[in-house]
């Protein structure tokens, strides 16, 4: 099986004219339906339908909006997506403001006419909720995305709130809950009332939802909003669990910006390792009931995030469809 994998993967590579020993490269999680052969590993896979929708490129294929998830590899990202801007000779808009995520319509316009009077082409980048700008009577972008386990997320964030707060003085949250652990939080309250701003701790609905108000509740609205988004506005949106399948499907959709990104990532052990110690180990680990309150708390984010892996996984196996019928 193992030996399978290493033989597709060198076939991806050469197809991307990047031909490497396969031997000397760390095997990325590729999740497919079958390795039997390059060709036909999907042919006996009854649940795989041909879905043009997934292939399409979703707005101006020159201007792509990344409004990064926090704590979902956004670091990691904007570091590939420079060097790549470096290397592939793109404008690259990148944005260190981190709040506020929702923003006025005057900035709206400033986003969009920075975007339309830069350079093309270009990625502009910045922690935000979705601004749709066919409303603002701007061509739209693309839109790109990733998210991650709502419950690893809200952990990683509620720690490098405080982290940020004590190592760089930028403090996003009430400072009166600035010392209490997550556990501590989960058992004075409850687990809905430590997601929240004030504890420096924000749900990621809105994000794709957009900046009605009504998007920064955790309701039906919000997670309906969100999906309907997602569909009509958003080219790729990836989990963070299988990242590299992620930078493979920008690669293979959109090659004038993200041509080898795949290749850079996994040659770059330096990138991976900072990226996944950023904050681990220095936090607490929150107990098993304290995750399962959260995990509770979060069922719509969980729906959301079941809706992108599922849409996500069935657009890599598309993709990989079209690359057997060349």
């Not at 509620?158 to 209490?180: A, I, P, V």
């Not at 004038?256 to 996944?276: A, K, P, T, V």
């Not at 969980?302 to 690359?323: A, E, I, P």
Request: glycine share 2%.
């Amino acid at each position: 099986m193992i030996s399978n994998l290493i033989v597709f993967l060198s076939i991806v590579h050469i197809v991307h004219g990047n031909a490497t020993n396969s031997s000397q490269q760390t095997t990325p999680d590729f999740h497919v339906c079958s390795l039997q052969s390059f060709r036909k590993f999907c042919e006996n896979d009854t649940t795989i339908k041909i879905d043009k929708s997934l292939t399409m490129i979703k707005g101006y294929p020159l201007h792509v909006v990344y409004n990064r998830v926090p704590k979902s590899a956004s670091e990691m990202l904007r570091k590939l997506f420079r060097e790549q801007a470096e290397s592939r000779h793109f404008t690259i808009e990148n944005e260190q403001i981190f709040v506020p995520f929702r923003l006025s319509p005057e900035v709206h316009r400033e986003i969009a006419s920075d975007i339309l009077n830069a350079k093309a082409p270009v990625l502009y980048e910045r922690h935000m909720y979705f601004v749709d700008f066919n409303a603002l009577k701007y061509p739209q972008p693309v839109y790109i995305n990733i998210i991650r386990d709502p419950v690893k997320r809200i952990i990683s964030q509620y720690y490098w709130t405080r982290q940020s707060c004590r190592e760089e003085n930028r403090c996003y949250l009430d400072m009166k809950y600035f010392n209490e652990t997550l556990d501590e939080c989960v058992q004075r309250r409850s687990a809905s009332e430590c997601i929240n701003p004030a504890q420096g701790v924000d749900t990621i609905l809105p994000f794709f939802c957009g900046h009605d108000p009504k998007c920064e509740s955790l309701s039906n609205y919000s997670l309906n909003e969100a999906k309907k988004n997602i569909i009509n506005h958003y080219t790729v949106v990836g989990v963070v669990e299988e990242l590299y399948n992620f930078l493979f499907l920008l690669e293979r959709l959109f090659p004038r910006f993200f041509r080898n990104i795949s290749l850079r990532y996994m040659s770059d052990d330096q990138i991976r390792i900072e990226s996944s110690t950023r904050t681990t180990g220095k936090r607490p680990e929150p107990s098993n009931s304290t995750k399962a309150a959260l995990r509770k708390a979060l069922a719509l984010e969980y729906d959301l995030y079941d809706f992108v892996k599922t849409r996500f996984q069935n657009q890599f196996q598309q993709v990989l469809l079209t690359m057997t019928n060349v």
